[in-house]
């Protein structure tokens, strides 16, 4: 079945660097969504990106999907205490776009 | 508010007892979903239904049953025969979308279940 992968496991990074997470499906994607998930609460979407090698941007967030839409990847720049959190990526298989697999997280811990 | 309601927020079980978690949302949401989350583990999928009357298995459905009698419930027993059932179980919904794969999906706050 599909599975969804994602690196790193964990990040700990200082308040004010850069964090990235990458996401990689051993399936192609209808699209991919990004979540957030803070301690104690339940996952928050973020964004969908929907086209091959889209990018898009949300303030200090810049998400990207891969040109095979097999890949998808966050980037956070300038990290701030308030990103801390796991992050998710999840996105319906191609064809069987009512099946939502999630990835396996990134959990990221900003050191103020 | 339009929002998912799950119920009980907590809720602790014997071993061999069948426990059912409740979750009704009114966003006219045609596709529902459950998933299981363990301790700094990831989402998985137990159930999902894109249409009332009907629903298909996830990734980990053994030791599981649902129903989807009415669009806006999708209740979820874990029976006994669950072997491992203390988890957090988080229920989803999303607009049918066709083309473009699913809209976002929208969770309640999770129930958590723990077995005694």
């Known amino acids: 079945g599909q599975q969804v992968m994602q690196i790193p496991q964990y990040q700990h990074v200082q308040e004010g660097e850069d964090f990235t997470t990458y996401c990689n499906s051993s399936t192609t994607l209808s699209n991919i969504q990004w979540y957030k998930q803070r301690p104690g609460g339940h996952p928050v979407f973020l964004i969908q990106l929907v086209k091959s090698g889209e990018v898009k941007k949300q303030k200090r967030l810049t998400f990207q999907f891969g040109e095979a839409k097999k890949n998808s990847s966050l980037h956070i720049t300038a990290t701030q205490t308030t990103d801390v959190g796991t992050y998710f990526c999840a996105g319906p298989q191609a064809g069987g776009y009512q099946k939502v697999t999630f990835g396996t997280g990134t959990k990221l811990q900003v050191i103020p | 508010d339009g929002g998912i309601t799950q119920s009980p927020k907590y809720l602790f079980r014997k071993e061999g007892q069948n426990v059912t978690l409740s979750c009704e949302q009114n966003l006219n949401h045609d596709a529902m979903y459950w998933y299981r989350q363990d301790p700094g583990q990831g989402l998985r999928l137990i159930y999902y239904?894109?249409?009332?009357?009907?629903?298909q298995k996830g990734d980990i459905a053994e030791g599981y049953s649902v129903s989807r009698e009415k669009k806006e419930s999708f209740p979820l027993t874990v029976t006994s025969a669950q072997k491992n059932p203390t988890a957090f179980y988080l229920c989803?919904?999303?607009?049918?979308?066709?083309?473009?794969?699913?809209?976002?999906?929208?969770f309640g706050e999770g129930s958590r279940l723990t077995v005694l």
């Open positions: 989803a919904s999303t607009s049918r979308t066709s083309g473009m794969g699913t809209g976002e999906l929208f």
């Open positions: 239904s894109q249409i009332v009357n009907d629903f």
